[in-house]
């Protein structure tokens, strides 16, 4: 089965770029962020069309919202509100008889890395510790598959400069061990680094205001798909589809995705 995720930035602006990605790609299940739009104003049957007939939302209005689109039949799922909060960053879906889908879009942080002058960067780090623990109290044996924009990239090689960006919000060590605690908490495996080993640099985010790209590749990795340690052999292939980022109305994500033998 092939994943894909996507931080869209708006579903309904990209719809002609989904369907492109649903071509070029041929997945399985697409998971998207920021999709932007209140679940009554979803555009369904687009979406329908493009082959995707069977979709779980989780919309508001003007900013975030989260989907999990398939090809087959699926079920809701264990979503939760995190920090008390009611603003669509996360879905999941039971995408078969044994097997979870997650999708998560984790807070930016906003600029400054300091949770005591900045309300959004404390709520990052409150969010990943929820998550973290979340992670440690599910069952350990189950097939998961958890996706997202993710917000943080966690190597030296998920950014273009470790050393520049060490006080920048992504990847400042804080959040770094935070994701990492995340991770390990249920011994989530990166299926992409399973694939791409980490002295490859590789990247799912560019900045609009790098207008140079793809010249000046300043990205970083902030898009992540993640297997419980149950799929841990399951990982067949992964990858990034960086040319999404140079196409007309682009988002300043590109899709991620992986191969997962189910």
Same mark, same amino acid.
């Given at each position: ?20 990605? &649903? ?29 995707? #007939? ?7 209005? +003007? ?13 809701? +799922? ?28 984790? #807070? ?6 300091? #949770? ?60 770094? &061990? ?18 791409? #080993? ?33 799929? &841990?052999?399951?990982?067949?292939? &992964? ?24």
């Amino acid at each position: 089965m092939r994943f894909v995720s996507w931080n869209i930035n708006s579903v309904r602006f990209r719809l002609n770029a989904l369907k492109r990605v &649903a071509d070029e790609l041929s997945p399985d299940f697409m998971c998207l962020q920021e999709i932007k739009s209140e679940t009554r104003d979803f555009p369904a049957d687009a979406i329908s069309k493009i082959g995707f #007939p069977h979709q779980i939302v989780r919309g508001m209005k +003007g900013y975030n919202g989260v989907a999990i689109l398939a090809r087959t039949p699926i079920a809701g +799922g264990d979503t939760r509100d995190w920090c008390g909060r009611h603003d669509c960053r996360h879905i999941a879906a039971n995408i078969g008889s044994d097997v979870e889908l997650h999708n998560f879009y984790v #807070p930016a942080g906003g600029e400054q890395p300091d #949770p005591n002058i900045n309300d959004k960067f404390a709520h990052k780090l409150k969010f990943l510790k929820e998550a973290e623990t979340w992670s440690r109290d599910i069952t350990p044996n189950a097939k998961r598959i958890l996706v997202g924009d993710l917000n943080i990239a966690p190597h030296e090689n998920d950014v273009w400069s470790h050393k520049q960006l060490l006080n920048v919000v992504s990847h400042t060590p804080l959040e770094v &061990a935070a994701l990492s605690n995340w991770q390990t908490a249920h011994g989530w495996i990166d299926a992409i680094r399973t694939i791409i #080993p980490e002295t490859e640099k590789i990247y799912s985010w560019w900045s609009y205001r790098n207008r140079t790209w793809p010249g000046s590749d300043r990205g970083r990795r902030l898009d992540h798909i993640w297997v419980s340690p149950a799929l &841990a052999e399951n990982v067949k292939n &992964a990858g990034i589809l960086r040319d999404a980022r140079g196409w007309e109305k682009p988002s300043d994500h590109a899709p991620v995705w992986a191969d997962v033998d189910l």
